[in-house]
């Protein structure tokens, strides 16, 4: 059976191209199905019939051309790199992570499997790392999670912390992990770090006493609220930072709450016992986003799959949106409040648009027939950017949606998304206890 992948290979070299482009986005299985029979019949012991074989797989091929995703990317098109058109700015280094680490805050109804499987960590890596610590089942909101991946998106380490005292850490040790905890002995202490804006933000924070991960943290808790490049000079800021000093040294940090005067307007973002930002009130600061870039729900063409493995080269080549059979000329939807920063014709991706939505997300979409936005526009959630269609590398009529969180592409269907909801009940009451503790602290 030696031979299968070749002969594979083979009769798709002497396919035409079309022929080529659909079966490369056959499985494996489908494939080895697919050649079954004549490997069954022809029993032969001369090389000779390897020719019928490729004449049979012709055969099937066209035979099942109707069950194959239509509507999609050719398989062997690696996506254009996700960074290639999207515009930087110095706010961008602040609030992205290393390249390969991942992190997340636990939020309602989150599991250790709902969380790492939106980001595509394989199953049997989830199930290993429960296995290993069963206290892993019952993840508590707030906490913290982050982990590494290697260039395979294999994950390499699980970072959890249970509490601001302790950290467990999961590394991989051959098929399972081995777990470590480490227990904290710093003392926790509130302090208060205020600035005007002088040049940039960051340089004025700097000189605050901010570290590079403060100023992270500040941007994304004001992300929804406020454009960091429109602060002006004399702008002011104040921050409550939470710190965990050790030998009069600060080992890690949280944000408590930030308070931003900009052009007369104040702004406040604090932080609530679910590790989420909320302004004075308890109310969400993010509007919520839609799940879906159209109108109504169509069909799934291409699902997500950062590891989609190409049959027949063996190598992976991500997936990393979703597809869905969309007609020619339906409207394609922004699926949050957010700027245009690619609105641009041509190219792999054909007519395509990419949006960012608050400083942490990014959403995409391809093969467009029409752009209707241009770059540096500030568009609506549930506003038309664009006509669906079938430009660039694509197989027939779809549209190739992305959604991107802090530079990792998630899946769309299943990605967590900012929500409006804010706090009620008894989360309401404790937070607003907090709000009273922490507003005066944060006066300027
Ligand atoms: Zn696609």
Do not use: C
Not at 377 to 393: D, E, P, Y
């Amino acid at each position: 059976m030696q031979l299968l992948p070749r002969s594979i290979a083979l009769a798709l070299n002497s396919l035409p191209r079309p022929h080529r482009i659909m079966l490369g986005s056959l499985t494996a299985l489908t494939l080895a199905m697919a050649i079954s029979k004549p490997f069954v019949y022809h029993n032969d012991d001369d090389g000779y019939h390897q020719k019928p074989i490729a004449k049979q797989i012709l055969l099937d091929a066209q035979q099942v051309r109707s069950l194959l995703p239509e509507a999609s990317e050719p398989l062997d098109d690696s996506d254009s790199p996700p960074a290639a058109d999207i515009p930087k700015d110095e706010l961008d280094d602040k609030t992205e992570n290393e390249k390969g680490v991942h992190e997340y805050v636990v939020s309602t109804g989150d599991t250790l499997s709902s969380i790492l499987n939106q980001y595509g960590i394989d199953m049997s890596d989830i199930s290993a790392l429960a296995t290993s610590n069963s206290d892993l089942r019952n993840l508590k909101i707030g906490q913290q999670l982050s982990w590494t991946v290697n260039d395979d998106g294999d994950l390499q380490r699980l970072t959890w912390e249970k509490s601001r005292r302790e950290t467990v850490t999961f590394d991989r040790s051959g098929n399972g992990f081995k777990a470590s905890t480490e227990m904290l002995k710093g003392e926790w202490q509130d302090q208060v770090l205020k600035g005007t804006v002088g040049g940039s933000f960051v340089g004025s924070a700097k000189e605050a006493g901010l570290s590079n991960a403060e100023i992270g943290a500040v941007v994304k808790a004001l992300q929804w609220q406020m454009d960091f490049k429109k602060l002006r000079k004399g702008d002011q800021f104040s921050v409550l930072m939470s710190r965990e000093m050790l030998d009069g040294k600060s080992q890690q940090s949280e944000l408590a709450g930030v308070h931003m005067r900009s052009g007369g307007k104040d702004y406040y973002a604090i932080r609530a016992e679910d590790g989420k930002f909320y302004d004075r009130s308890g109310s969400g600061l993010a509007r919520g986003f839609l799940r879906f870039p159209t109108l109504r729900q169509y069909r799934v063409s291409s699902n997500f799959n950062p590891r989609r493995l190409n049959p027949v080269t063996g190598r992976i080549a991500p997936h990393r949106g979703v597809d869905f059979a969309v007609p020619i000329g339906t409207p394609v939807l922004a699926v949050g409040d957010g700027e245009v920063i690619v609105a641009k014709n041509g190219g792999a991706a054909g007519n395509y648009v990419a949006l960012r939505q608050g400083r942490q997300y990014m959403t995409r979409y391809m093969h467009l027939s029409r752009v209707l936005v241009k770059p540096g526009q500030k568009v609506k959630r549930g506003q038309r950017i664009g006509l669906s269609g079938n430009t660039g590398r694509s197989t027939g009529p779809h549209l190739h949606f992305e959604v991107w969180i802090n530079n990792v592409a998630v899946n769309p269907l299943t990605a967590k998304l900012p929500r409006s909801e804010g706090l009620s009940g008894k989360d309401l009451k404790d937070y607003l206890s907090t709000v009273r503790e922490v507003m005066p602290q944060l006066k300027l």
